[in-house]
């Protein structure tokens, strides 16, 4: 796929395959299918124009979308002392030797053009007295970059302003209520659209020359996370049963600083309240933060995440306090943290706000080149699903909101005047789901031992455990997206980035990257590859 770096192809044994479902060759307008309408999606439909494409939506437009929750903004090289070259090597730092320079190039280059892309679609974003974007620091930046609305408005700003222009986009069809639970291929491999299920369970097929996938990630295999609950993975899971390549799915970043409010999903308390000089405490009231590292609450998000882990696991709880660096101002400045904050009964500019880790962002997803191809003929990705080589193995903040619009740009560009192959009849696999009771002990065995510290043990549990239940529910694809994730965990003896093992803490000098398969057999192997 043109990443230019060493990896490691874990195959997996998959079981018992579930019903497949059949659909006749392509026919009609050949419309290009989006599966999914958070950031990426709706972008990329809208830059489609004038090519006819279709949106597949869960749920009604702009509602269930991580993208309306990013609290954080969208990073890139605005300020005249800024760059894309600096942008670019703070985003290959904070991977931890597992991002792409290349994309960490690309991205860096083109960010400043997407924003403006968002102005002229209306995007509020904020301004100082003279007219100028507002840009914030955020942790492991060199410099203030990061475009926000309101503060922590801008995932809300940003949906809202994409949902009006694509229901006035004449070339957008528009299905909702709807959640696609496979990909059809047809005799060749190519896929040819996807299976979709309605909210009373009816399936139907939709067929399509290029299927693009911008479902989101996977923060609802976890019992605490900032993501919709539906966001299970279930792109990872319909790519990896078509044959697609999974790249450095055991990667996952826990925001350090999700509302410890008893909630599902957790509310987020914005990294930018740390920017602006919010402090982390312990019950006494003391800072911790400088014990664990040198930029205390500016270390890097998994350092944050590890450090705070560490407190609550040793009985302290933790708390963020913004009393004393923003006090009233988080009101108007914060109103996403501050609404949350008093809907639980805390008012954060009189008490701190108890926090601990949640399952945030994935960095690992299906494997892109720098266009968007997966590696099945048909398929594209974008946005959280997706893994380009951007993030590493630990995300540099705001670069998820950044990489979607890029690359959503650049798999439009590609594709708005592209003659498609068109795929004749197909096929797919349509597992069950897995009842709540299962899934509820799935979200709490992926914490327990997929989380922020791993170990081998844990992580031979939880696998055990996955195993029983996919003799019970062949292929549900929750349980195969932890299985990828679970795997790869384990099969990674070292720590780095997001991925950390108490019996492995050490990182190992060369890096190198997951790839993850389906088995054809029923034998689990580790193959290299140059």
């Known amino acids: 796929m043109g990443q230019g770096r060493k990896g490691h192809f874990l195959i997996i044994s998959t079981g018992p395959r579930p019903e497949r479902y059949t659909a006749p060759a392509l026919a009609g307008d050949a419309r290009i299918l989006i599966v999914g309408a958070g950031l990426a999606g709706l972008f990329l439909a809208l830059r489609l124009a004038p090519r006819p ?19 954080g903004g969208l990073a890139a090289a605005l300020h005249p002392k800024d760059s894309p070259e600096q942008h670019a090597a703070d985003t290959v730092a904070a991977g931890a030797g597992l991002v792409d320079p290349a994309i960490a190039k690309l991205i860096a280059e083109d960010g400043p053009a997407r924003v403006r892309d ?23 930046h060199s410099h203030a970059r990061v475009a926000r609305v309101a503060g922590d408005l801008a995932g809300k700003a940003i949906m809202g302003a994409l949902t009006a222009a694509v229901k006035a986009a004449a070339h957008i069809e528009l299905i909702e209520h709807a959640r696609a639970v496979g990909l059809l291929q047809d005799q060749n491999g190519r896929i040819a659209g996807a299976i979709l299920k309605d909210r009373r369970g009816r399936l139907s097929s939709f067929s399509a020359p290029e299927t693009i996938l911008c479902t989101g990630g996977s923060g609802g295999l976890f019992r605490v996370t900032t993501n919709p609950p539906q966001a299970r993975g279930d792109s990872l899971a319909m790519a990896y049963t078509v044959g697609a390549v999974i790249a450095d799915p055991e990667f996952v970043q826990f925001h350090p600083t999700a509302m410890d409010v008893g909630l599902d999903p957790s509310p987020l308390a914005t990294e930018a309240l740390r920017g602006e000089g919010a402090i982390l405490i312990g019950e006494d009231g003391a800072s911790f933060m400088g014990r664990y590292h040198a930029d205390a609450e500016l270390a890097p998000r998994d350092e944050v995440a590890r450090a705070i882990h560490t407190e ?7 708390f963020l306090d913004t009393r004393a660096a923003i006090g009233d101002e988080i009101k108007d400045h914060f109103p996403t943290v501050f609404a949350a904050c008093m809907a639980a009964g805390i008012d954060p500019r009189t008490a701190a706000i108890p926090v601990a880790p949640a399952m945030h962002y994935h960095m690992g997803g299906i494997l892109s080149d720098t266009w968007g191809r997966a590696s099945v003929n048909g398929l594209s990705v974008c946005g959280e699903c997706a893994s380009t080589g951007a993030h590493g193995a630990n995300r540099l903040a705001s670069n998820s909101l950044l990489e979607a619009v890029v690359m959503a740009a650049r798999i439009a560009d590609r594709l708005r005047e592209s003659d498609l192959a068109t795929p004749g009849a197909s096929e797919g696999e349509v597992p069950g789901d897995l009842p709540d009771h299962v899934l509820q002990e799935l979200r709490n065995s992926m914490a327990a031992n997929c989380g922020v510290v791993r ?47 108490a019996d492995y803490p050490e990182t190992k000098p060369s890096a190198v990257r997951t790839f993850s398969l389906r088995s054809k057999t029923n034998t689990p192997a580790m193959e290299p590859a140059e």
């Open 118 to 140: 968002l102005i002229e679609l209306g995007v509020p974003f904020d301004r100082t007295p003279d007219g100028q974007l507002a840009l914030s620091l955020e942790a492991a």
């Open 455 to 501: 170990n081998a043990r844990d992580l031979n549990r939880l696998i055990d455990q996955i195993d029983t239940w996919n003799d019970q529910f062949p292929q549900a694809r929750a349980l195969c997206a932890a299985n990828i994730i679970a795997r790869a965990a384990f099969e990674r003896e070292e720590s780095r980035g997001g991925h950390f093992r």
């Open 53 to 71: 494409c279709t949106v597949i939506s869960p749920a009604p437009l702009g509602q269930a979308a991580s993208s309306a929750w990013a609290q």
């Open 312 to 318: 609550i696991s040793e009985g302290r709880q933790t």
